[in-house]
């Protein structure tokens, strides 16, 4: 078992930043990739971004890269998103994931635990 809280969102204006933590307990972090997903009212679940075991490698969904920045510290068991020019669109509830899977993905339904979610609200 792994549990995941996240922390860190709030309600900004658009252009601003905001990091989100995940914190994990449990079984060895480093054995998991680990992902951020969003899902905004009335609309489904999607892919944020994903971070390698390692921290060795990163993936974004076209609609965040270049803007967020996913990194890990496997010593403190810690996951963040850096997410900088925010847009009234990125405006969901961000929920961190962990991966059993060999390898990095986008696919939700390879993530094997998930945490409660934080609220981010970027206001125009």
């Known amino acids: 078992q792994v549990q995941l809280v996240e922390s860190g969102g709030g309600l900004v204006q658009a252009g601003d930043s905001l990091r989100l933590s995940c914190a994990a307990s449990?079984?060895?972090?480093?054995?998991?990739?680990m992902g951020w997903f969003r899902q905004a009212p009335g609309k489904e679940r999607e892919f944020v971004a994903a971070?390698?075991?390692?921290?060795?490698?990163?993936d974004y969904a076209d609609s965040v890269k270049g803007r967020f920045t996913i990194s890990r510290d496997n010593a403190k068991n810690t996951v963040s998103l850096q997410m900088n020019s925010l847009k009234p669109e990125d405006t969901a509830v961000y929920y961190c994931?962990?991966?059993?899977?060999?390898?990095?993905?986008?696919?939700?339904?390879?993530?094997?635990?998930w945490g409660q979610g934080t609220q981010v609200t970027v206001s125009s």
């Open positions: 971070i390698h075991r390692s921290g060795g490698s990163t």
């Open positions: 449990g079984r060895a972090f480093d054995n998991y990739a």
């Open positions: 994931a962990a991966s059993g899977y060999l390898i990095m993905t986008r696919r939700g339904s390879l993530y094997d635990y």
